[in-house]
């Protein structure tokens, strides 16, 4: 069987509260929502991939607890293959804590718990399956050398990889460069990595570069309202793809929209230029932040313009 995206990467349950701001530390305020939801940047990843009609797998690891339970029925709802995700007594299903405020800005902390304890052997047993796969995906919210490992072995296999380095942090090992194909992060995350800042397209232009010295394929800096930059390793000028302006609701997971979307272009219309991928990407993610909650709020394809899913292209690059 051959699967169009595979993901390795996390599961959370999301605990959201919408309040007016975030609070400070120290402080109690009343918020004015409270809702459970599914997240994990691996999982909304995935399913975000599965809603624009690519076949999906998800290798991940949940807790033996009500939450893991539920998750995996999450999968299964949304047609994803759930064969590789696993279900440990040793710890509990990941869950994030998630404060919304009305401009639709988040806070979020996350346990990982049993995401953590996915590692190689779960990989060696999934590895036929990721070595057949078209796109293979990774974050960090799980153990990165289980990340590393994933890439290189869909790298080994000649399968597309897209890394995401989210929650970025500081001491990424360098080999994450050389086995991604698509290198895609937010501005905060490229600031983090490359030690400058990025607060505008020009920034993210030089951060784009330094990234892709770095040893990656290509390169793509999401920049929330302004759409992103993308830069290809045979080319020297990064291109910015702006995106139409919408009023945020609730930004969280757009980013994951984002990158599922474009895993799903990648499998599907692997000759589509980068740049027009990624217009494309920044449509359903554009989507996904009108609507409240992570999952919930991702676009399926019966419900995005049809000239998302032809042949010709709709970016101005
Ligand atoms: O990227 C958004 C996700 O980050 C949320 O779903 C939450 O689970 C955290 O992992
Ligand atoms: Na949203």
Redesign the pocket.
């Known amino acids: 069987e051959v699967f169009d995206v595979m993901v390795v990467g996390?599961c959370?349950?999301?605990l959201v509260s919408q309040a007016v701001r975030l609070p400070k530390p120290g402080e109690t305020i009343h918020g004015h929502k409270f809702f459970i939801?599914?997240?994990?940047?691996g999982?909304?990843q995935c399913v975000q991939a599965a809603r624009l009609g690519a076949k999906t797998m998800m290798v991940g690891k949940v807790g033996k607890d009500f939450f893991g339970d539920n998750y995996i029925q999450n999968f299964k709802d949304s047609g994803v293959h759930t064969d590789f995700v696993g279900q440990t007594s040793e710890a509990a299903t990941?869950a994030?804590s998630?404060v919304v405020n009305d401009a639709g800005e988040n806070a979020?902390v996350?346990v990982a718990g049993a995401n953590m304890l996915l590692g190689s052997e779960e990989l060696q047993e999934a590895l036929p399956a990721i070595s057949h796969a078209k796109v293979l995906v990774c974050q960090l919210?799980i153990n990165p050398q289980t990340s590393l490992q994933a890439l290189r072995m869909a790298q080994e296999s000649k399968v597309k990889t897209i890394f995401n380095p989210?929650?970025a942090i500081p001491d990424l090992d360098p080999d994450f460069y050389r086995v991604s194909d698509v290198f895609c992060c937010n501005e905060s995350e490229a600031e983090l990595l490359t030690g400058s800042s990025v607060a505008n397209v020009e920034e993210a232009y030089q951060a784009s570069q330094e990234l892709l010295k770095r040893g990656c394929g290509s390169v793509i800096i999401t920049l929330g309202s302004q759409g992103c930059v993308v830069l290809k390793a045979q080319e020297f000028t990064p291109k910015h793809i702006p995106t139409a302006a919408v009023t945020a609701v609730d930004t969280?997971?757009?980013?994951?929209s984002f990158i599922g979307a474009l895993a799903f272009y990648m499998a599907h219309y692997s000759t589509m230029p980068l740049e027009e991928m990624a217009c494309r990407a920044n449509h359903v993610a554009g989507v996904s932040v009108k609507v409240v909650g992570?999952?919930t709020s991702f676009p399926f394809k019966k419900h995005l313009p049809a000239e998302l899913f032809s042949e010709q292209h709709i970016s101005s690059n």
């Open positions: 996390s959370m349950t999301d939801g599914f997240g994990g940047k999982a909304n990941g994030a998630i979020i996350i919210e989210s929650p969280t997971g757009a980013g994951d992570t999952q």
